[in-house]
Every structure is written in C-alpha cells, then in structure tokens.
C-alpha cells in the first residue's frame, strides 16, 4: 500500500525552494553550485561546472575539466552571456551513450527579466570546447509565468526508441509580479541530439495541478535505464484535489509527448520552519534496476530537521515507510540540509549532504561539514555516516542568502566522487573528494579558488607595462581577456614589471598563483 508521510513539510509555505536567480554574490566574489559529470567512457575524465562571480560580467557558468580523476583541473571557461548585462545560473550537465556532453543553464535580465532563457550547449570533446548556446526554453514562450527557473536536464541513456533525448524540466521563477498563479512545472525535449527543442509544456495537468499555492513546484527529473522519462513535483489543490499535499511523477514513453501520471504521495504535516535551510528534494533511478527509484528530502520533527529517504521497486506505484538518512542523535536539534544522491551503475547507493551535528549551536548559522553514507545494493542497512569534508567549516553568511542550494555526488565503481561550495578560506571555493566506499581512502582537491582580496595593479589604466604593489613571490599569472579567454601566461612577474604592450585596449583579469594562494586582479589596457 502507499505510505502517506507529511509531505507538507516539503511543499507549503516553501516560496523560495530553489530560487536562487539572483545576482547571488551581490558584489563579493562567489564559486558556488557546482555540478559534476564523469566520463562513461573514461573515468578519469572529469567535467565540473559552476555559477562563478566576474567583475563587470555578473555571475557566468564556468566549467573546468580533469584527466587525472580530479587531481588537476584545467583553467576555468567562462560562458559568454546572450546578452550584455545578463547573468546566469543553474547548471547542470549530462553525458548521453555516444560521449556528447550536454549543459544546461539560465542566462537572463536579473534587473528588468525583459529577456532570459535556458540554453543547452553541447560539446563533443568532454567539455574541452563547447558549442553554440541552443535556446531550450524562453520566458517569451510562457507569458505571465517566467518558466525559466532551476532547469534539470535529464538524458535518455537506455539505447531504446529515444535514446539521446535531452530532457529539460524548469518552473516559476520566484518573482511574484511577473509569475502569477496558478504555477506549473515545465518540459522541454530535444530529439536531435541538441540542436533544436521543443516548445516547453506544462508537466501537469487538469486532474494532477501543481496548484496556485506552491509558488515553485519544482520538478526532479530523471530517466530510467529501461528509457521511460519521469519527473516528481509537488502539489496543494485542496478545491479540486482534497485536502492533502501531493506528489505526482508524470512520465513519458514518447520523449515528452504524451504524459501521463501517478499519485505517488499524500499527506499533511507542518512546513520546515527555518528559512535558511536548502530544501531541495532529489529524484534518482537505480540504472540495474528500471523499476527501482528513490526520493530524498528534509523533514522536521520536534525543530530537529534531518535527511529522509524512501523508495519504491514497482516504478513509482507504491513506496516504502520514509528512513532517517543521518544518523546522529534523534531530536538533537542539529538541522541538516543540502541533500545530493546517486547509485553506482550496480545499483549501490551513495547518499551526502550538509551536517552540523558538530557545530556550535542549534542553528543554520553554525560550522558544518559534508557527511555521506553508502548502502550495498544487497542490503537493507545505510552504513554508519560519516565525513567526507576535512575539516570542520566555520558558517559565512554568503550561504544565507538565495544560491549555493545544491551541491553534487556521482557514485561510480565504489567510489564517491562529491563537490560542494566551501567557506573554508573566507570566500565560497568548489571542493571535490574522491572517497573510496570500501576502505575510505579520499584525496580533496580544490577546483575553484578566488579570493576577495586581489593583488594591487598600477597603474590604471595601463599602456605598456603593469606592477604589483605587494612584495611577494609570485609562481606563475595568466591573463584572461572579457570573453573568458587565457590570451597571456608566463611563470615570473617580478619587481621589474609585466609587458602588455601586445595586448588590444580591453579590460583584463589576471591570476596569480603562489605557494599559498591564487589571487586575481582586474586592469585596463588603453
């Protein structure tokens, strides 16, 4: 039988699930949301991509790419926005069965919203180099509901009819003069391996509305290993569809064009009361296992939020009694959030979020860690959690505002592969581990490191030479032009001075790298 839990907890009251389509960094400098994917073919080829903070450019989608596992990564490229003075955000990307890699991100007027789409860029080499941006779907193309928030892409991978189609599901944005009820989840579907895609279409429907109440119905998408396209979102119609909250999965066989849908949950309960806490909820299918899917989400009980999870193996018909993923004292008060998933390709299960059993106080403002658990694809038992951070984070308050609301894990032969923004250095930097399931072996790596404080370039504007006030050693610099572009590197800048007199008249950003830090700077060459 269903198993009806307080879903409420997960969908009233909650306005601002994920949105985080604002100018985020609001002038600080910010690395924030990152996303990553591993090669099927290669797995020591990674991808990462993130919402990245860049002077006078507002926040840009930056990808970086590894061929050692995650030991190195290649300098960041900087995705050019679709109109001068935009921003982006959102990304997520994902590999189909011939090796294309795709990304999908928001790019749009965060000021006026008088433009702003999603687009997918696709690359064919694992992220070295990236296409033309391809328009997925336009705030034009759903008048009065700016459908263009927190795109999920999702890939066709089970080598049936629709293999290769790229699935993109969005919502509302969280701008109540410009998005009205009632509020609808979206699809978009590319049959073409990218290069076009359809008009996008309300994921429900008259008998399985979203509703007027929950502003943002996010949906989770997913496709399973046997080629059937699902997404789970959130539901309150309490008129025409009773008194309870729902959960509807619509699903698809024909790459979106027809849908139909399941009532997966219902229930009542009291909303999660701090509005701090992250609070998306994920969807995940075992790829051993077309049947077999998995639903993670925060839930309250007693001001004590914590990490829950439930499953079903009848493809979304019936669902297991909701587990407790965290295993530190119940009712302890110490809140969990950020939540990310993924099963390894045998159907083991890999689950991680943001802890703060260890910190200070009892409030979303106290020091966290990343803490993960595994559970063996025969069993029925999580492992006992445990830390896959390092250390012991002291909070910033760049993570109260809107933004920095996903973090991301692959879990791939044994091995957990988890990014995640970190305030470690005073400033929100992308880390990654590789952690080893079996014997706990992990090396953290630093993707993505820029600091608040830049060296002092003189002067400015320049026309020959540029100087650094500071006396210290620095290793190596690279000069990046306004497209993104690593133009100039060298490996000394020194007291003397750096010639610039081959550089067009522009605005540069140059890294220095040191043995102890990266720093970045802006000058002008007239």
């Known amino acids: 039988m269903k198993f009806f839990f307080l879903i409420i907890a997960l969908l009233l009251l909650e306005n601002s699930l994920f949105s985080q389509n604002q100018n985020i960094s609001d002038g600080a400098y910010f690395d924030g949301e990152p996303y990553l994917v591993i090669d099927p073919a290669n797995s020591q080829h990674l991808v990462a991509a993130w919402m990245g903070f860049q002077l006078a450019n507002k926040i840009t989608i930056n990808t970086s790419y590894s061929d050692d596992g995650g030991i190195t990564w290649s300098s960041p490229i900087w995705q050019a926005h679709q109109t001068v003075g935009n921003t982006s955000a959102d990304v997520s990307m994902g590999y189909d069965l011939n090796g294309n890699l795709y990304m999908a991100y928001i790019d749009y007027d965060d000021v006026n919203f008088l433009n702003g789409a999603i687009y997918v860029r696709k690359s064919i080499d694992g992220g070295v180099n990236w296409g033309t941006a391809v328009e997925a779907t336009s705030m034009t193309d759903c008048p009065n509901q700016a459908c263009i928030d927190r795109p999920w892409i999702a890939i066709d991978k089970s080598g049936g009819v629709n293999d290769g189609a790229v699935y993109i599901t969005s919502m509302n944005a969280d701008q109540p003069t410009i998005s009205l009820p009632p509020y609808h989840p979206y699809l978009s579907v590319s049959t073409d391996n ?108 007693s001001s004590d939020v914590d990490v829950y999870f439930m499953e079903s193996f009848d493809a979304g018909i019936n669902w297991t009694a909701q587990q407790r993923v965290n295993q530190d004292p119940l009712g302890n008060g110490k809140l969990q959030d950020l ?167 522009g605005i540069y950003q140059i890294y220095f790298y040191t043995d102890k830090s990266i720093e970045k700077s802006t000058f002008i060459k007239e």
């Open 194 to 301: 990218g290069v076009s895609f359809s008009n996008p279409r309300y994921l429900d429907t008259l008998s399985f509305n979203a509703g007027s109440t929950i502003t943002q119905p996010m949906p989770s998408p997913l496709v399973t290993s046997g080629g059937i396209f699902m997404a789970i979102y959130p539901s309150y119609e309490p008129i025409n569809q009773g008194p309870f909250a729902h959960l509807y999965i619509a699903q698809s066989t024909s790459a979106g064009a027809d849908i139909n849908h399941l009532d997966a949950y219902s229930g009542s309960g009291n909303p999660i009361s701090n509005s701090f806490l992250k609070k998306g909820s994920l969807f995940k299918s075992d790829p051993s296992d077309p049947n077999h899917l998995a639903y993670f989400f925060l839930k309250e009980t």
């Open 339 to 505: 939540v990310w998933a993924d099963f390894d390709l045998d159907g083991d299960l890999a689950v991680c979020w943001r802890d703060r059993r260890n910190g200070g106080t009892n409030t979303y403002q106290t020091d966290t860690e990343i803490y993960a658990v595994v559970r063996w694809k025969d069993s029925i038992n999580f492992s006992p959690d445990f830390p896959i951070s390092d250390q012991l984070i002291q909070h910033d308050d760049v993570l109260d505002g809107k933004g920095n609301d996903f973090m991301n894990v692959n879990f791939l032969n044994d091995t957990i592969y988890a990014v995640w923004g970190d305030v470690r250095t005073g400033i929100l930097s992308i880390y990654i581990n590789k952690i080893s399931a079996i014997d706990g072996t992990n090396s953290i790596h630093l993707i993505s490191k820029e600091s608040l404080s830049a060296f002092t370039i003189y002067p400015i504007p320049s026309i020959d030479k540029i100087y650094i006030k500071e006396n210290i050693k620095i290793d190596s610099y690279k000069i990046i032009n306004e497209n993104g572009q690593e133009i100039m590197s060298g490996n000394e800048f020194t007291e003397n001075g750096l010639s610039i007199s081959m550089l067009a008249s």
